[in-house]
């Protein structure tokens, strides 16, 4: 049985010209680290044309960091968003800037960072004209101590071996530039992008090759309100496009649960509790947008997560 739906190939599977894009809020930590790797990254038959940084009502230094980018390469553009209106108007404000040459953009969280030899590995799969959109894959930074880090690291290994059978694409995606705008109101950004690109007949690819350091919430009370959150909006974005991530339903998950277990018998009880903090997240994500019709469109900033990730 084939991995992938086949798609029609009505795009050039050439792309030479890209613009990257990262939104941020409060991020003074990391983007020392990730403004000049962003500027470093390179990708064989692909020249990186602009690098959008969208700062979104920041108090902290974020945006004079931006702005001293700016001023060292030409490629690097700063918007400032006065009030903050969530992650999906500022890539909307980055869309809007692309220029109309540009052939694929590329979306990477601003907490993150890539590693090198990324944007190769995320790029390297639009060859295949059928395919509309990438993913990388997130590596956590949490100590392997502690009963919640354990936790991190078991859900993103998962998330991994779900992702090699049917894409889940998140942290730093790549797309054909076709997309005008996405809803601003999702709180689940990336979900949104392959709902819009599957309904242009395209496919997903889960660029494994293409790796980014990110770490996971450290904190019982941000775990909990960053799964609610998620599962929130992919109960939203499924009502209103019949779209479904591959990790919305239980048994698309249970394969992945079992072979990790298979190979690292000893995380049973880091499973058991990961299994535990997702159903109750996925009982208030549930009221959340069913009951109290709550849509968390700008989130709470989760302080625990904000390290700065390396790959040292």
């Known amino acids: 049985m ?4 086949a798609a029609p190939c009505y795009l050039n599977a050439s792309m030479s010209k890209v613009a990257i894009g990262t939104m ?12 000049p790797r962003l500027a470093a990254l390179r990708a064989a038959g692909h020249t990186v044309e602009q690098i959008i940084v969208v700062c ?22 700063v918007i400032v968003q006065k009030v903050r209106e969530g992650k999906a108007a500022a890539i909307n404000l980055f869309l809007a800037r692309v220029r109309d040459d540009i052939e694929a953009c590329v979306l990477i969280s601003a907490d993150v960072l890539p590693a090198p030899g990324s944007l190769a590995a995320l ?14 894959q997130p590596v956590p930074t949490n100590p392997q101590v502690g009963i919640l880090n354990r936790v991190v690291r078991f859900q993103w290994a998962v998330h991994h071996r779900v ?7 998140g942290e730093m995606v790549a797309f054909r530039a076709s997309v005008p705008g996405i809803d601003p109101r999702t709180p689940v950004d990336e979900a949104s992008l392959e709902a819009l690109i599957t309904s242009q007949g395209l496919a997903l690819r889960y660029a494994a090759g293409a790796t980014v350091r990110n770490c996971g919430p450290q904190t019982l009370s941000e775990y909990i309100s ?26 698309s998950l249970l394969p ?9 018998p ?13 159903a109750f997240a996925r009982v208030l994500g549930t009221a959340d947008q069913r009951i109290l019709g709550r849509t968390p469109t700008v989130w709470q900033s989760l302080s625990s997560t904000k390290q700065p990730a390396n790959w040292a």
């Open 226 to 251: 960053q799964r609610t959150r998620i599962f929130n909006g992919h109960i939203r974005l499924r009502r209103q496009s019949g779209y479904e991530v591959s990790t919305y339903r239980v048994r």
């Open 256 to 264: 992945p649960v079992l072979d990790e277990l298979r190979d690292h």
């Open 24 to 35: 941020v809020h409060n991020e003074a930590g990391n983007l020392p680290l990730l403004l």
């Open 56 to 77: 979104s009502a920041c108090t902290d230094s974020s945006a004079d960091i931006a702005y001293r980018a700016q001023a060292k390469d030409s490629r690097v553009e």
């Open 163 to 169: 992702a090699l059978r049917h894409p889940k694409l």
């Open 266 to 278: 000893g995380e049973i009880p880091v499973a058991i509790a990961a299994v535990c903090l997702e």
């Open 2 to 5: 084939k991995p992938y739906p």
């Open 123 to 136: 790029l390297e799969p639009f060859c295949d004209p059928c395919v509309g959109m990438t993913g990388a």
